[in-house]
């Protein structure tokens, strides 16, 4: 799984939905076929840009498994990043996602996680229940010490590493350092650092903000392998100059309220035709995102869908 994500990069889906929370697999269905169609090489389900911890097991299992149907790997998301959900209500998320076509895990941090004994039992059980390979998940609202992190990376079920530190550029580069010396995968989640954690190692992407609008993000991964593997000047040129590009699509929609993210992506998958309008609603979504911002938003990332398909 490892290797056929190499230099991909994985969407994040978020979850359509009609105001009162319900879900339609079919609309899901046509959603994750666009995000892989333009250039997702994966899918985390049920991550916290699809409200995972939100949903219960049956419809994520459903989502799981359509995802699945597309036949590129899917992860899926354990865990919470409000309060900790009970340990056996996550084993068994664990199971039935390995049951309907999940090749991985991304387990969020625990509310503790200074405590080393407990994040390594965390997923020591996930492990188990699940049967698959974890990826380790750095998140900037419960950010690991540097010596747990280092802990957790050495456990055996750990293949791969996703650091989301926001704006914490030392601490990205620590923990992507940390998990190349063991020969993990990282899979960068960096939204507001793409550009500099590839070429701080990252050898991927997992990202909310390619929840749609996905050829730009996707661009930033291909453009640099290109450059890693031709080490052309003119790749290095266009790895730069896409770069810039995702920055300004990360500046429009990961910002202050920051969790709004997922409502500005549903804005843009329902303005690429991926969704019908009457689902781009993430009925969990901070009071203080302003809809006015959505015309903004849009026109932004349009340009944005321009500049990379140049």
Excluded: N
């Excluded at 994040?119 to 492990?127: E, G």
């Excluded at 202050?256 to 993430?282: H, N, S, T």
């Amino acid at each position: 799984m490892t290797e056929r994500l190499r230099w991909s990069l994985v969407a994040a889906p978020a979850t359509p939905m009609h105001a009162d929370g319900s879900v339609d697999v079919d609309v899901y269905g046509a959603y994750v076929d666009h995000l892989v169609r333009t250039g997702a090489g994966g899918l985390a389900v049920a991550a916290h840009t699809g409200r995972g911890e939100r949903l219960p097991t049956e419809l994520k299992a459903g989502l799981v498994r359509r995802a699945a149907a597309t036949g590129v790997p899917v992860i899926a998301g354990v865990g919470s990043t409000g309060p900790d959900a009970d340990a056996a209500e996550q084993a068994e998320w664990a199971a039935a996602a390995a049951a309907a076509g999940a090749e991985a895990l991304m387990v969020f941090p625990p509310a503790d996680v200074a405590d080393v004994a407990s994040v390594l039992a965390q997923h020591d059980r996930l492990a188990e229940a699940g049967g698959l390979p974890l990826l380790c998940f750095d998140l900037y609202t419960r950010p690991y010490p540097y010596d747990v992190l280092t802990r957790l990376l050495d456990h055996p079920g750990v293949v791969a590493f996703k650091p989301a530190r926001l704006y914490d550029a030392i601490a990205c580069q620590a923990g992507i350092a940390a998990a190349r010396a063991r020969g993990r995968l990282v899979l960068t989640g960096e939204d507001r650092m793409l550009g500099p954690s590839l070429m701080w190692g990252a050898e991927g992407a997992l990202l909310g903000i390619a929840a749609a609008a996905v050829p730009v993000t996707a661009a930033a991964v291909e453009t640099f392998a290109a450059a890693v593997h031709t080490s052309a000047r003119d790749a290095a040129a266009r790895f730069l100059e896409v770069s810039a590009v995702v920055d300004e699509l990360a500046r429009v929609s990961f910002r202050p309220p920051y969790d709004g993210y997922v409502q500005r992506m549903l804005w843009v998958a329902a303005d690429e035709g991926a969704i019908p309008d009457e689902f781009a609603v993430d009925a969990y979504r901070p009071p203080d995102v302003d809809d006015g911002e959505r015309a903004e938003v849009l026109r932004v990332v349009r340009q944005c869908l321009e500049q990379v398909r140049r």
